[in-house]
């Protein structure tokens, strides 16, 4: 089964301007996270979909980030505007069941420089 | 919320030796208890998990044992190789929370 993609790989932009990422999950799997990792610290839980319902939005910085989930396939977080401690490696993860039930598959992450 | 912490936060040793990291936390309803392995330019992969009703757990080279009591797990690897080399995340799970990621640690298997 093909795992999960993120695209892109990798995004610069200035200071202000917007960037939306997208995760492909894996096909079939309901659940699917955001998780970031800036300057090199943890990985720190974004929000969390179960389908397309947003599930918990609890980590999610500022009104900045939106995250959506049209149709419960792909996902795509934009960043708007973007601020320089947006900077880090953002992650996705799907999951057929809840995570601790099935396991977390994550995606290669998309590095993020804001400058 | 769930404190998690890891120690050593680097860790090297040479290749053949054995390495062991240590996981703590502090939600005592805690669950789940995996350990990812990120390679460079890579996203976590899960690599060998445990549930509270177990103490041990063994896959070929990794292990992971569990003190529910004293709330802490450890991952073991035995006989490391180069391409262990990696940044292992450990991250506790309450059912009905969401995982909380220790803050990593950076091994390095020297040749």
């Known amino acids: 089964e093909a795992g999960v993609t993120q695209f892109p790989s990798h995004s610069v932009i200035e200071k202000g301007q917007t960037v939306t990422l997208r995760c492909d999950p894996i096909s079939g799997h309901d659940n699917l996270y955001w998780y970031r990792r800036v300057m090199g610290k943890e990985i720190k839980f974004l929000l969390h979909f179960v389908k397309e319902s947003k599930q918990d939005e609890s980590g999610m910085p500022n009104n900045r980030f939106l995250a959506e989930r049209t149709g419960g396939t792909y996902s795509t977080l934009k960043v708007q505007p973007a601020e320089l401690e947006d900077s880090g490696v953002y992650f996705c993860?799907?999951?057929?069941?809840?995570?601790?039930?099935?396991?977390?598959?994550f995606g290669n992450g998309t590095r993020l420089t804001v400058t | 919320g769930e404190n998690v912490e890891q120690h050593p936060s680097t860790l090297s040793v040479q290749e053949g030796d054995s390495a062991v990291i240590k996981c703590t936390y502090s939600d005592s309803a805690s669950n789940y208890f995996p350990w990812y392995k990120q390679e460079l330019g890579k996203g976590p992969q899960l690599i060998i998990d445990i549930r509270s009703n177990v103490g041990e757990k063994k896959d070929q080279r990794i292990a992971v044992t569990l003190n529910k009591t004293a709330k802490h797990f450890s991952l073991h690897i035995t006989e490391t190789q180069p391409e262990d080399s990696a940044v292992y995340f450990c991250?506790?799970?309450?059912?009905?929370?969401?995982?909380?990621f220790g803050p990593g640690t950076r091994l390095s298997v020297l040749p």
């Open positions: 993860a799907s999951s057929r069941d809840r995570g601790g039930i099935s396991p977390l598959h």
């Open positions: 991250a506790p799970y309450n059912y009905g929370q969401n995982f909380v």
